[in-house]
């Protein structure tokens, strides 16, 4: 009897690296990388565990040759089945993810109703035809409000049905996360998830990681295809994590897991430059000297990270396109990042960053310290106002009528202040 095989990939964020074309088309290509590979495993289906987009609404140049290679995968015979992540779903709005499901590309697998209840709710699954795989899951949101459905999440009716189960989810796990990540990041217990699957496909956390669920199923996260920062690269390229799809296989009820890399180490090389003590003319140069000590081939896209205080000067001027231009005839890709060079003196054009505005803004909100209720103390004020802040600033949707729009941003606020529901709103 031929096992089943099915292919699991989470954290694709087609369309990150916006400002960094040479990126952008890797992370893309090893997407795409990833989807023919499921095809040539003949992975009965693909579980997609969610941020496939980096945005709700990608730029069309970037979602359709994604688009167009989940098409051909599900015109040869195959399924997909899709949760929505931290970075793909927005609240009353339409995301891409719906178009390509009411398109037929892939089915949607969690229950979006839940988003809009924080009660109690019975989990649904979709049964896949050809094999008799149940599949359920539950979507990520920003922020970990996706915590609170698992936590109200009746799972009795699924884990009580026969056949092998998979359940998708998007968010960390406390017990399998990485030492540098445990105490920057709070996610799920394992106790959270719904026992007795065979398999439970993890996402959300650009590291893999692999362990049992609650009875021994086997649970995966595959890290992301690609990656989204500077750390995940360099992971990726140090061997620290995977970067690309799982392919499962389970034989007798028992799943199994190879990791398959779609983007190939030591094309991708970054180099810490110092550049302290330099002048901005001088500071061209010593990029081409590092970078050619590196003995990049022919390629190589290179990323070089500059950091120190320069000799004088500030850093808006810094003209480093003669660098650039010098090593791409020689057949290396350079994008250099100086967001940690200082100036000798302050920058009156230095931009403000959105981040550092809405810090301000959450500490002016909160009043000074020692003066806030104790609900709005420390780190857990902080998180709860950024909440805040990011639910009643979502954008009225077209066709949005003022009166649901207002009270779609109550129940919100209602949600995040843990205010029962108002009966006459």
Not at 139 to 154: A, E, I, T, V
Not at 180 to 204: F, Q, T, V, W
Not at 238 to 247: E, K, N, S, V
Not at 291 to 304: D, F, I, N, Q, S
């Amino acid at each position: 009897m031929r096992p089943l095989v099915f292919a699991h990939l989470a954290d694709a964020h087609v369309g990150a690296w916006p400002r960094n074309p040479a990126l952008r088309s890797r992370l893309r290509a090893s997407v795409l990388r990833a989807i023919e590979v499921a095809s040539e495993r003949q992975a009965e289906f693909l579980l997609i565990s969610g941020d496939l987009f980096h945005t709700p609404s990608p730029e069309p140049s970037e979602a359709a040759p994604v688009t167009a290679a989940l098409r051909r995968f599900v015109e040869a015979g195959h399924r997909i089945y899709v949760i929505y992540g931290s970075h793909d779903y927005v609240a009353h709005r339409t995301s891409w993810l719906d178009v390509l499901a009411e398109a037929g590309v892939f089915v949607r697998v969690a229950p979006e109703a839940v988003r809009a209840d924080g009660s109690s709710w019975t989990l649904p699954w979709t049964v896949d035809e050809p094999t008799g795989v149940l599949v359920a899951g539950i979507s990520g949101r920003s922020h970990g409000l996706d915590r609170d459905y698992f936590r109200s999440m009746d799972s009795s009716a699924f884990c009580a049905a026969s056949g092998f189960k998979v359940f998708q989810f998007h968010a960390a796990v406390e017990e399998y996360l990485p030492a540098h990540l445990r105490d920057k990041i709070h996610g799920i217990r394992i106790e959270d998830l719904p026992p007795g699957c065979g398999y439970y496909a993890g996402g959300h956390i650009h590291f893999t990681y692999e362990g049992a669920g609650p009875g021994g199923g086997l649970l995966v996260n595959p890290g992301a295809v690609f990656g989204t920062s500077r750390t995940d690269i360099e992971n990726g390229e140090a061997g620290r994590t995977h970067r690309g799809l799982a392919i499962v296989t389970v034989r007798e009820g028992r799943a199994t897991v190879e990791l398959v890399e779609t983007m190939e180490r030591g094309t991708i090389r970054t180099v810490d430059i110092d550049v302290s003590g330099r002048t901005p003319e001088a500071i061209a140069e010593l990029v081409v000297a590092r970078v050619r000590e590196e003995g990049a081939p022919a390629g190589t896209l290179v990323l070089p990270r500059l950091h120190g205080v320069l000799a004088s000067g500030k850093v808006s001027p810094l003209d480093l396109e003669p660098a650039r231009e010098t090593l791409e005839r020689e057949g290396v890709t350079v994008q250099v990042d100086v967001r940690d060079v200082e100036g000798s003196g302050p920058d009156p054009t230095a931009p403000v960053t959105e981040n550092a505005v809405e810090a301000e803004e959450v500490d002016r909100l909160l009043g000074p310290t020692g003066q806030r209720p104790p609900w709005l103390e420390g780190a857990e004020g902080e998180r709860l106002v950024h909440e805040l802040l990011g639910a009643l600033g979502i954008p009225k949707a077209e066709g949005e009528s003022n009166l649901d729009y207002s009270s779609a941003r109550r129940s919100d606020a209602r949600r995040l202040l843990r205010v029962p529901p108002n009966p006459e709103a």
